[in-house]
């Protein structure tokens, strides 16, 4: 059973920062990855981290976000910074595979990121 939530979204202009995090016994169990998705659009990956640490970016966050994970809580961060409004959209995290695709048909509720210009 997957049990993740996401917080620390909110209102932001551009240029700004936010931190997001993702909490849950899930986050300890598997590679985790931070999606995004616009209205009418997949779910797009943003970032993933593996157990050991290892890292992706996407090339539209790449330099500009950091993900990293804290095992002993069972959380899971998004340190974005320089947002731009096309950053906006809802935000979820969840496990994926070392391939990097979602292991579950699973979403959470979300958090939402708004970037004003």
């Known amino acids: 059973q997957v049990q993740l939530v996401e917080s620390g979204g909110g209102l932001v202009q551009a240029g700004g920062s936010l931190r997001l995090a993702c909490a849950g016994r899930?986050?300890?169990?598997?590679?985790m990855g931070w999606f995004r998705q616009s209205p009418g659009e997949e779910h797009d990956l943003l970032a993933s981290?593996?157990?050991?640490?290892?890292?992706y970016y996407a090339d539209s966050v790449k330099g500009r976000f950091t993900i990293s994970r804290d095992n002993t809580k069972n959380t899971v961060y998004l340190q974005m910074n320089s947002l731009k409004p096309e950053d906006t959209a809802v935000y979820y995290c969840?496990?994926?595979?070392?391939?990097?695709?979602?292991?579950?048909?699973?979403w959470g509720q979300g958090t939402q990121v708004t970037v004003s210009s």
């Open positions: 969840a496990p994926v595979s070392d391939q990097n695709y979602p292991v579950f048909d699973w």
């Open positions: 899930t986050v300890g169990e598997y590679n």
């Open positions: 981290i593996r157990w050991f640490d290892t890292t």
